[in-house]
């Protein structure tokens, strides 16, 4: 129950986040600046954001695909499941290498980050090992 909640909120979550930036680059929303993170308009920075669109894309899709085949019960859902998982993290952990390298240290794009690569790791352990997640 908690895994799904936890793959809901992510995978929405993560929708969202892409459609409020694909409304600011088309210049039909703005967001104010402190909102953003540093070096936001950057062209180097916005291209380093965009490049995580197909990633993020993904992991919103298969965990939307692997809660709606664990709900009707087809028995691949796990499968989806842990390639949603894996993807989650790898989100957050290359979200946080870059703000490593660049020295950036704030905590409103940390905690999400860090959120990403941590909530998925016990349930992509209980997805391998077989176990009732």
């Not at 965990?63 to 691949?76: D, F, K, S, V, Y």
């Not at 940390?110 to 909530?119: A, E, G, Q, R």
């Amino acid at each position: 129950m908690v895994r799904r909640g936890l793959m809901l909120f992510t995978d929405i979550g993560m929708l969202l986040y892409w459609a409020i930036t694909a409304a600011m680059a088309a210049n039909l929303i703005g967001v104010p600046g402190e909102w953003l993170f540093k070096d936001y308009h950057d062209p180097r920075v916005m291209a380093w954001n965009w490049s995580f669109f197909p990633l993020d894309i993904l992991l919103s899709v298969t965990g939307l695909m692997a809660l709606r085949m664990e709900a009707i019960g087809h028995a691949n859902w796990r499968v989806m499941a842990s390639i949603s998982l894996t993807l989650t993290f790898c989100a957050g952990l290359m979200a946080i290498a870059y703000w490593l390298i660049v020295k950036d240290f704030d905590p409103s794009w940390w905690i999400p980050n860090l959120f990403l690569m941590i909530w998925p790791l016990p349930f992509l352990y209980a997805l391998l090992h077989r176990d009732t997640v």
